[in-house]
C-alpha cells in the first residue's frame, strides 16, 4: 500500500488593510476586494504592473470559485541565477531575455472580514506586506483611499483566524522590540506582535 503523500506546511503572515488618514491610520468599512480582483484579472500586463525601487506585477488566479491575488517581484537582470541537473551533477546560468523573466511570487488571498488579507511567501525575496501596500497604492485600486497593511493586532481577530479550515497549529511572534516593552509585566506576554502567522498544510 503506498503510503500517503505528506503535504507541506506552508506559513500565512495575516495583516489587515487600513486607511492612512491626515496621519493616522484608521479601520474603514469592508472594501470591495472581490470587484477589484475581478477588474484586475481583464487588466493588462502593463496596468497590473509597477516599477520603483523593484518592479511588482499582480495577476489573478481563482481557486475553489474564489479569486486570489499572486504578487510577483521581477529578479533584476543582475541577480546570478542558475540551474543544477541533479542527476548528472550538471549546472548552467539563467539569463533572462526581452520577453521573459523570472519572478518571485507570493500569493494574497482576502478574508471576507476585516479587510484582512493571508499572504504566503514562496520564498524569502518574495514580495512582503509592505510590497503589497506599494502596489495596492500605485496601481489605485481604490484612488480615494491611501492604504497601509500592518499585522493583525487585535486577540478576537487572531482567535477567529485561528479556526480558520485547514489550520493546524497558530504561532505568535512577538519581536525584540515587543518581549522589551512587555519585559516588566507580569504573568506572560499579552497577545500583541509585530507578526502573527497560522501554520497551514496546504491552500
Known sequence: MASARRMPERTIAFFE??????GERVRVPPMDWDSALSDLATASLQDRMVAKEITLVGSVATVR????LLLHRVKDATEWL???DWSTGQWQELEQNAIRGFVDTSAVCFLPFGNVVGLMQG???APSHKALE???NELRLFPDTRLVVRPVLSKAEVERLGTAQGASRIEIRIGSHKASALRGRNGRPRLLSSRQQIRIKAL
Open 134 to 136: 506599494t502596489w495596492l
Open 123 to 125: 520564498s524569502v525575496s
Open 65 to 68: 470559485q474564489q479569486d486570489h
Open 82 to 84: 542558475s540551474m543544477m
Open 17 to 22: 488593510v487600513v486607511a492612512n488618514t491626515s
